[in-house]
C-alpha cells in the first residue's frame, strides 16, 4: 500500500530533504571532487614545467614587476586547492539530514529506530556516512546548509572564470595581444579569418561559472521561503545544485584535457616583454650596464627580499 508499507514511518516533508543532501553529495564526492583534483594536479604540473620562464607582472592590466609564470600556475592550483577544501567540508556537513521528522519535524508516526536504520542503508548504497539532525525544524523549513554547501561551488566558479579569464588572455594575439602562451588549438575560430583560433575552452568555463553564479542566486532566494515548518522551494533548490554540480564536473574535466594539460609557454615572447623594460631604462641613461644587471636582475626580482642587496 503507498501509505502503509512505501511510505510507512516517513513524510515527503522528510524524506524530500533528505533526498537533497544525498544528490548533492553523491554528486561532489563522486563526480566534482575528483575532477577538481586531477585539475589541480594539471596546474601543478604546469608550474613546475614553467618554473624557469620569466614575466611581466600585471596588476590593474598594466606592466608591473616581473613574476615567474611557474609562479602564475601555482596560484592556480591553490585556487582549487583551496576550493577542494571548502567543497569537502561543506559536503561533510550536508551529512545531517531530516529522516525521521515527518510532516512537521515532531515524528509523528515516526518509530525511534526507523531514521537510523534507514540511513545505514543509505550508506551502504552510496558508500557515504549521514546522520539525523538533532533539530527537525531548522532542517525540513530551513536549507542553510544547502545553500552554504553551493557557496562553495559559488565560490569555485568564481575561481575558475578568473583562471579561465587570464588563460585567454595570456594567449591573446598572434600578433597584437599578449600571448605568452599558447593554447592548444581545438576548432576553427571564423569563417571569414582563415588560421583564427579562439580560446573557447576557457570560454566555456567562463560561461559555466556564469550559470553557476545564477543558481547561487536562485538558491538563495529559495531558501527565503521556508515558511512556518516546511520550505516549498525545494525542488528549484534540488535543480539548481544538481545542474551546477554536473556543470562544473563536465566543464572542469573537459578544461583540463583539453586546454590545461596541453599548454605551452612562447618564451621568446615572454623574454620580448621583459626586454622591453630593461631597454627603456637604458635608453633613459639611468643606470649603467653594470647597474641594470645588478638591479634588474629578473629572476632575483620574482623571489622575497631586495635586489642588489646581496651585492652590497
Known amino acids: ?7 510507512r514511518s516517513q513524510s515527503s516533508n522528510d524524506t524530500i530533504p533528505t533526498t537533497l543532501h544525498v544528490a548533492a553529495r ?30 611581466s607582472g600585471r596588476t590593474h592590466l598594466m606592466d608591473a614587476t616581473p613574476v615567474r609564470l611557474g609562479q602564475e600556475f601555482s596560484g592556480y592550483a591553490a585556487q582549487i586547492e583551496h576550493a577542494v577544501r571548502r567543497i569537502e ?20 508516526n515516526c518509530p525511534e529506530d526507523f531514521p537510523e536504520t534507514a540511513l ?26 544547502y545553500l552554504d554547501a553551493h557557496g562553495a561551488l559559488n565560490t ?15 594567449s591573446s594575439g598572434p600578433t597584437s595581444g599578449i600571448g605568452e602562451i599558447e593554447l592548444p588549438v581545438i576548432q576553427p575560430g571564423s ?13 566555456q568555463v567562463m560561461m559555466v561559472a556564469t550559470q553557476v553564479t545564477g543558481n547561487h542566486q536562485t538558491i538563495t532566494v529559495a531558501n527565503t521561503h521556508g515558511n512556518f515548518e516546511l520550505n516549498v522551494m525545494m525542488p528549484v533548490m534540488a535543480h539548481a ?32 616583454l621583459l626586454e622591453s623594460v630593461r631597454d627603456v631604462v637604458k635608453t633613459m641613461d639611468l643606470l649603467s650596464n653594470e647597474e641594470l644587471d645588478e638591479y634588474l636582475n629578473v629572476r632575483r626580482m620574482t623571489e622575497p627580499g631586495i635586489p642588489g642587496d646581496a651585492q652590497r
Do not use: W
Open 120 to 145: 545505514q542503508h543509505l550508506a551502504d548504497a552510496t558508500g557515504l556516512t549521514f546522520y539525523r539532525t538533532d533539530n527537525h525544524f531548522a532542517q525540513q523549513a530551513g536549507k542553510e546548509l
Open 26 to 55: 553523491m554528486g561532489l564526492e563522486h563526480d566534482l571532487l575528483p575532477a577538481l583534483e586531477a585539475l589541480h594536479d594539471a596546474l601543478s604540473a604546469k608550474a613546475e614545467e614553467f618554473d624557469d620562464v620569466l614575466k
Open 156 to 170: 569555485l566558479a568564481t575561481a575558475l572564470l578568473k583562471i579561465a579569464n587570464d588563460l585567454r588572455l595570456l
Open 1 to 7: 500500500h503507498p501509505n502503509d508499507d512505501v511510505n
Open 241 to 272: 545544485m544538481l545542474q551546477s554540480i554536473d556543470l562544473l564536473a563536465s566543464s572542469v574535466d573537459a578544461f583540463r584535457t583539453k586546454c590545461v594539460e596541453g599548454i605551452k609557454a612562447d618564451r621568446e615572447r615572454c623574454r620580448e
Open 191 to 203: 569563417s571569414i579569418m582563415p588560421g583564427k583560433v579562439n580560446p573557447v575552452q576557457s570560454e
Open 89 to 108: 567540508r561543506a559536503s561533510n556537513r550536508l551529512s545531517e539530514v531530516t529522516l525521521g521528522g515527518t510532516a512537521t519535524g515532531t515524528g509523528l
